[in-house]
């Protein structure tokens, strides 16, 4: 089965907006930067969308060097990223993992923003996967998220109003798998990469938010609910690992190599 790869998303900020590529290096993590920095607690718990949908207004971007982060209402972050400071133990979910504290100035200004207590800190150290065998920044469990074009097209028709796909989140958007044929999906080429496809995606509260406005509703929920049920989660995309690193280009083809053992 043949496709295309239609979108490239990263995340530099977890929880925050996305940043769309035309080109990125496949990395062991993922995309470059994607969920490099995150915001917590005091005692060093995660804070995402779930907790402040406010979070989907923040729009970061990030070159390696700088962050910088832009919200309604609030002058423009621009920060230094910090690489020897005060490393702090957090968690993401029931994952224990490192970050680097970058400092007052930036904690100041996401607590204002938000009105919580919280610490910008950078991902230092090695995440194991859960499965699979790959590692990961801050991101919930996997380097990769990757949806079909045609499995939001099916929900889409399903709904009374259509929404958009950075409801998901997606790393990489495909076409011409067909509706939902990333669940058939074991290894897919994309461009020079190979990546495989080691669990399915449970989707939570943050596909409900609005990423324009941080409003939050029922769908796409509620409908995803109906059929999209499995082993106790609504389902919707594939969490991947790389197999084979390399460039991607948005409208690299894709190529299924092994298809899922029933």
């Known amino acids: 089965m043949q496709g295309t790869l239609t979108g490239l998303n990263a995340y530099p900020l977890k929880s925050g907006g996305g940043t769309a590529l035309r080109t990125a290096e496949l990395t062991a993590r993922g995309l470059p ?3 490099e920095f995150m915001l917590v607690t005091p005692e060093g718990r995660f804070l995402s969308q779930r907790d402040h949908a406010r ?5 970061p971007a990030y070159d390696g060097t700088l962050l910088t982060v832009e919200a309604p209402g609030a002058s423009r972050l621009v920060h230094k990223a910090v690489d020897e400071g005060e490393v702090r133990e957090v968690t993401v979910h029931r994952s224990e993992c490192r970050g680097v504290d970058q400092g007052d100035e ?10 919580a207590d919280c610490r910008l800190v950078r991902f230092t150290g090695l995440r194991p996967t859960r499965r699979g065998g790959g590692e990961v920044m801050f991101a919930d469990g996997y380097p990769l998220l990757v949806i079909s074009a045609e499995s939001l097209a099916d929900l ?3 709904l009374d109003e259509p929404l958009p796909m950075n409801r998901f ?7 011409g798998l067909g509706p939902y044929g990333e669940d058939e999906v074991r290894l897919l080429r994309v461009g020079e990469t190979v990546i495989e ?4 995606c449970t989707r939570c509260v943050i596909t409900t938010t609005d990423q324009r406005t941080g409003e939050r509703g029922r769908e796409p929920l509620r409908t995803l609910a109906s059929y999209r049920t499995r082993d106790r989660g609504i389902q919707f995309g594939q969490n991947c690992v790389p197999r084979v690193l390399g460039t991607l280009r948005v409208g690299d083809p894709v190529e299924v190599v092994a298809a899922r053992t029933p």
Do not use: I, Q
């Open 169 to 175: 989140r997606p790393s990489l958007v495909v076409e």
């Open 106 to 115: 930036a904690a100041a200004w996401f607590g204002d923003l938000l009105g």
């Open 197 to 200: 496809m080691v669990k399915p």
């Open 156 to 158: 889409n028709a399903r």
């Open 55 to 59: 979070m989907a207004l923040l729009s």
């Open 33 to 35: 930067f994607d969920r």
